[in-house]
Each structure stands twice: as C-alpha cells, then as structure tokens.
C-alpha cells in the first residue's frame, strides 16, 4: 500500500533552517508528482510547493518562494523540502502528499515551529 513517511521537522529560531524529508513506498515513485503541504492552528491546509514526477518543473506557494526549494530523489524515492530563512508564520505541521490513481495520499506530518 501507499506510504508517505515525513521526517526532519523541529524547533528552529527565526532565520533557522530547516530540511524534511518524505519517504515514499507502495508505488511506482518516479511516475507521479510530489507535494508538501502545511497546516497551521486554527488555519487550512495549503499547499507549499509540488514537484513533477521527473522534477522538472517546481511551485511555490508565494509565501515561501524564494526560500524553500522542493526536491525529489528517484532512485531513493525521497522528496525533499528545504527550508531557508525560517520565520514564526512557517509554523505548522508538514505533510507529504500524492494522488495515485485518483486517490489522495498524506503522511503523518512533521512538525515545524519557529520561534522569534
């Protein structure tokens, strides 16, 4: 079956940096895009950024653009979520996100927490 498994995620002070990671099982990776998403308290999920299947092609919630950089990894199908210059607002949880077969998949979730 299909797993998503996030890891990396912590307390960092403003500015910090930070990198999650998402391992995936269950599918044919390499075939398919790779999203992170977050939620925060009281807040909706949103999307952060997403990753075609060959990683060719990249987005970014305008939030984070020009400071996290997504990845992906094939071979070890793994996608990644680099995070730079951290502020408060990028507190949330982080979750990993596929759609196989018209079936949505979630990690766990991470938890990031940047303090001021």
């Known amino acids: 079956q299909v797993q998503l498994v996030e890891s990396g995620g912590g307390l960092v002070q403003s500015g910090g940096s930070l990198r999650l990671s998402c391992a995936a099982s269950?599918?044919?990776?390499?075939?398919?895009?790779m999203r992170w998403y977050r939620q925060a308290p009281g807040k909706e999920r949103e999307l952060v950024a997403d990753?075609?299947?060959?990683?060719?092609?990249?987005n970014y919630a305008n939030s984070v653009k020009g400071r996290f950089t997504i990845s992906r990894d094939n071979a070890k199908k793994t996608v990644n979520l680099q995070m730079n210059s951290l502020k408060p607002e990028d507190t949330a949880v982080y979750y990993c996100?596929?759609?196989?077969?018209?079936?949505?998949?979630w990690g766990q979730g991470t938890q990031v927490t940047v303090s001021s």
């Open positions: 996100h596929t759609r196989v077969r018209g079936v949505n998949y």
């Open positions: 269950g599918f044919i990776f390499s075939n398919y895009a």
């Open positions: 990753i075609s299947y060959t990683g060719g092609t990249t």
